[in-house]
């Protein structure tokens, strides 16, 4: 036994005397850090780190099958997911382990803005991280354009939409984007290169850099109330805290960091096993147009952003928001690189961590229902509520099948089945006189079009009959109570005085 | 395996380093010579470099420096009589620029409007919001978008919803019975990006304003409000 022993450490030595770099590895493992940064706080980094091996080794092992050519890829993952052995499996782990990527990260940056970690001497190691986060969004876009199905194909159109507004070189950056008149062969093969070449490599550069400065600067220590950061003393101050309370990072305090990039794989195992992979949607056919294209989970809120901006905000807001956010962001360290840590000290700081997570959650939350946009088979699909057509004469179930037969129900609910895109029309006789009705069916207006060109005046009569009986459960009728103004002063008043307000 | 006699990780260079410098020879002698030299040899490389930069990068910015004329061209939707008057249909061309592994994506749709006679409409499918595929619905007579709620009216004039204008149009002539458009590059906002031959662009449909509900009082006939629409034969 002690000859093999001996045998390994003189193989080891063996590599050692001509590499070296065992040395140095060992003294960065057991480096130490102050006691108080072994906590489950400190392991997203670490877990980020982790799924991007996974998706590196998944990813290569996806692209011994994927054809990345726009007229096979579709073909290629309906390949991969049926006739492979568990590559329908490789694929699940590949998706899933990107919206584990994303979500990390995320914890991970509100983690270390919390903890004050960006403030000196980690201001570098902050910087690069953003550069990190918009990589890492970047690998979760070209991957979703890469699953080359519907989605992606309308996501292409979104995206070279978007950049055909940026002035004067929107259109040179949109050819640029595709590769051609059209998305086609070159913007897929372009988007490849992307996702499997070029951002990976940038990635993993940066990564290095990253973990590079973490190991060189230090954990940052555990925030303190009133321990405040000053570039002449902090260095000293962390070198006596390390003295005080050090430990060695392993084994002492990596244990909890490899505990919890376990549970993170195995949650990402158990979710490709569960859910399986994310489609292929329908094929990236331009002539099947009965899709609605939506983007993947990390982009959700930027197209609920989208739908909610007025138009002419829409291209101001789209190209200075993100210089305004990310310049805000890369600045922050060296703007605010000194004082406070402790995030119970930092107001400002806390309550932007808030408002700004309620707002992306809202985004997102509404992204997946999409009230915005209209049912476009709610007209075949969902029928009027027979309570609605209980004792009504013809003219009005008349009206009841225009308001079908003219897709109204694309966009106004009945009976809480329907579009969203305009308010419901259970009570709407109770909100608007019959005047009110006919004008806003006729000439539209707020998010509505105009229909006088789509009904004749029969087809309105009716319409706008059935409408006036919809008053939710018997609410009163809307009345125009200007218009009785007008009569009363117009007309000598009546000697009876009996003016019923239903009246017109 | 030989035995190693030293500490691994010390450095094995010096020592032998040493044992290979030529007696005699003082270090600086020759120092301001060799980098004089090593000036010259980064001139060198950055003449290179530029060398070698300019054809990558002008094959990097090819698509972009391609002339736009090169890309559009008239395309043949097929004689008249596949278009009933007063219909607006769904058709399907092969795009004019394409590359042999592009497969369905070269294929690409566009709505044809026969209003009478010779008088017609072809809108791009893409709404000019942000590129997705509109909708024609007959009954309403609107083009709705599945994205983000844009709506059209028949001739392509904005309806409602995000959109800034109305649809994107591609011209059109008949040549002895068959409806031609012109056509081949993926339609957006940007300036100079659809290009035709005496045309400066496509044809841009103004959004007409939203009629106010301070003009409710009037209830003016919808087509004034909409100067743009043309009425449909009842």
Redesign the interface.
Known sequence: MASLKQRAI?????F???L?L??PAIEAAEHEVPSSTSSWWYVFGSAATVILVLQVVTGILLALVYAP????AWSSLEFLDHNVPLGWYLRAMHGWGSDFMVAIVLIHLTQVFLFGAYKFPRELTWIVGVFLLLLTLGMAFTGQVLRFDQDA??GL??G???????PLV???????M??????????LSRFFALHVFVIPGILLALVGLHVWMVLRLGINEWPMPGRLVSKKTYTQQYHNLTEKTGIPFVPDAEWKDAVFAAAILLAIMACAFWFGPFGPTG?????I?????KPDFAFLWI?AV??Y?P??L?TPVLFIAPILVIGAMLLLPLVSGEGEKHWSRRPVALLMVAVISVTLGAFTRLAMYTP???V?NA?TSDPIPVADLNDRTPLEREGALVLQ????R??HSIGGIGGM?GPALDSVASRMTE??I??QV?????????????L?PSETTALVHFLLTLRGGNLTPAIDASRQMVQSSEQPPPPSRQTTPGER | ?E??E?N?????LPGEANATEPPGNPKSAGHSRRVFLFKMSLLLNGAVGAILAIPIIGY??G??L?KNSS??SWIDLGPLTGFPEGETR?V?FR?P???P?????????CWVRHISGDDFQVFA??CA???????W?A????F?C????G?Y??DGSR??????RGLFEYPHKMVSGNLMIYA???P??????CAKPGHQTLTQIQASP????AD?EE?????I??PG?K??P?
């Not at chain 1, 147009?289 to 294209?293: E, G, K, L, N, V």
């Not at chain 2, 939203?210 to 509900?213: E, K, L, Q, S, V």
């Open positions: 003189d193989v080891y030595s063996w050692e005397r001509r070296g065992g040395a050519t726009a007229s096979h194909y309308w159109g979104i070279a939409s978007i950049l055909s507004r940026v929107g259109g040179a950056l949109v050819d640029l595709l590769g051609g008149p059209i998305i086609a062969g070159p913007t094929q990236p056919d331009p002539t147009i009965q899709t609605a294209p197209y989208l739908a901006l138009p002419s829409e915005w946009s209209p476009m007209w037969n003219k897709q109204c694309n966009c895109r005047d009110q006919i004008r006729l000439q539209g207006g707020g998010n509505m079009p105009a229909y006088g060109n789509a004749n | 395996m035995q190693d030293m691994p990780s010390d450095p094995l990097l910015l698509p972009a391609r890309e559009d769904l399907n795009n620029a394409t590359t592994w592009d497969g369905q994506t070269g294929d690409i749709p499918i893409n919001h942000l590129g997705c595929p509109v909708r619905f009954q309403s007579r609107l709705l599945p994205c983000h709620g709506a009216y028949e309806a409602s919803g995000p959109p800034e081949g590059k993926m957006t906002l940007a300036a100079g990006n939203a009629p106010t509900f409710a209830l003016k006939p919808p087509d409000s909409r629409a009425s449909w009842a």
